[in-house]
């Protein structure tokens, strides 16, 4: 047992800081999915997007604050950014971002069989084996570094 084990139950450790050998492997993952993606062709704006809406789905604030900056410094819009919840109702992103997006919420959320298949045509349809491949790894990564931020209880600071 820990000897935190006499806190309070709320009281969270950054597991990054706590096990930086883990995290810093993490990173490395990262830099090499970021590095694939490129390879592959993927613009960074669409690594983003990706980014962004797993950690919608998954709930981690901390991760969307730190990747609608990203975004917004990869040239990505506001507009497209605050619609990003809702990108099958509207006509601002292309095939291929689409394609990209249903991929990586099925990879997010593996158990929805249907979603799954309907994402993988759409996949076929408009982005390459590489491409297809960047974008599942982007989600990965992203889901384990939500994960990281959500059990951490990571904070969002109010920028200044």
Known sequence: ???RATG?????IF???QSPKAYHALVQTSEAVRATAADAGLDRTVVELINLRVSQINGCAYCLNVHTRAALRAGETAQRLGVLAA????ELFTPAERAALALAEATTEPTDAAAQETAWEAARDALTDDQISAVIWVAITINAFNRVSIM?????????
Do not use: G
């Open 1 to 3: 047992m820990s000897s």
């Open 8 to 12: 309070t139950a709320t009281q969270r």
């Open 15 to 17: 597991i990054d800081k």
């Open 87 to 90: 990108w099958r109702d509207t």
């Open 152 to 160: 951490s209880k990571h904070p969002v600071r109010t920028e200044r």
